[in-house]
C-alpha cells in the first residue's frame, strides 16, 4: 500500500505560479512512476505530467512549458509540480497518483492522492 499526500493548492491570479508537493509513503520502494492529474469543474479527470524512473519525463499539450514535474533525487518520497504562467483553464483539482506499467508505454494508476484544489482568478 501506498498513501499518497497533496497540499501546495490556493488561489492565484492569472500568471502567477503555484509549486504542488505529493508526499508519498508506506511501500514506496516498488514505485516506478508517479503523475499528476487534474479534475476541471464538471469535467473529467485529465493527465497532466508523468515521471519515470531515471528522470523521464512527459506531459499534456496543453501544460508543456509551463509545468515542470519532478521528484527528491534517487527517491520517491516527495514529488512536486512546478506550475509556471497559471491560466483560468488551469482550475482544477490536482490529484498525484503512483502509476504501473501494463504495456508499452501504457500505464495504469495503482493509488491517488485525495487531491487539492488549485483555482486561478483574479
Known amino acids: 500500500q501506498v498513501q499518497l499526500v497533496e497540499s501546495g493548492g490556493g488561489l492565484v491570479q492569472p500568471g502567477g505560479s503555484l509549486r504542488l508537493s505529493c508526499a508519498a509513503s508506506?511501500?514506496?520502494?516498488?514505485?516506478?512512476?508517479m503523475a499528476w492529474y487534474r479534475q476541471p469543474p464538471g469535467k473529467a479527470r485529465e493527465f497532466v505530467a508523468r515521471?519515470?524512473?531515471?528522470?523521464?519525463?512527459?506531459y499534456a499539450d496543453s501544460v508543456q512549458g509551463r509545468f515542470t514535474i519532478s521528484k527528491t533525487n534517487n527517491a520517491w518520497n516527495t514529488v512536486y509540480l512546478q506550475m509556471n504562467n497559471l491560466k483560468p483553464e488551469d482550475t482544477a483539482v490536482y490529484y498525484c497518483?503512483?502509476?504501473?506499467?501494463?504495456?508499452?508505454?501504457?500505464?495504469?494508476?495503482?493509488?491517488w492522492g485525495q487531491g487539492t484544489q488549485v483555482t486561478v482568478s483574479s
Open positions: 515521471i519515470r524512473s531515471g528522470g523521464i519525463t512527459n
Open positions: 508506506g511501500s514506496i520502494f516498488n514505485i516506478n512512476a
Open positions: 497518483s503512483v502509476q504501473r506499467p501494463v504495456g508499452v508505454l501504457v500505464w495504469s494508476t495503482a493509488y
